[in-house]
């Protein structure tokens, strides 16, 4: 581990995930809660009806969701996630996200 790892660490904390993020109305909300170059794990609060638009990465990810209820589409194939669900986002395939209610996500990148 070099100096500026060590940096990015924080000292050992519980956390209630859910209660990290508040919703705000008619937007999306994230905080990256750890990130190094083997990936990103960050918290998203979607309000009801938002969502992220059609797009690629070149990593593969990881979903889970924290609260609420979300339409996630990969590669044409349509979801429905409620809390306490994953769903795993394929490389390089097609996806979005839609709330379907108020919505929490924890999205865990690996760049490896």
Avoid: C
Avoid at 28 to 34: G, M, N, P, T, Y
Avoid at 80 to 102: D, K, Q, W, Y
């Amino acid at each position: 581990m070099n100096d500026q790892d060590q940096d990015s660490v924080k000292p050992a904390e519980i956390k209630r995930l859910v209660d990290l993020l508040r919703y705000q109305e008619g937007s999306i909300v994230s905080h990256v809660l750890l990130k190094n170059k083997g990936g990103t794990i960050t918290l998203f609060a979607f309000g009801e009806g938002e969502g992220l638009s059609e797009h690629t990465a070149p990593f593969d990810a990881l979903v889970v969701v924290i609260e609420g209820e979300a339409e996630i589409e990969i590669a044409g194939e349509s979801f429905r996630l409620h809390e306490g669900e994953t769903i795993t986002l394929p490389a390089n395939r097609p996806h979005s996200v839609r709330a379907a209610t108020n919505f929490k996500m924890l999205l865990i990148m690996i760049r490896a």
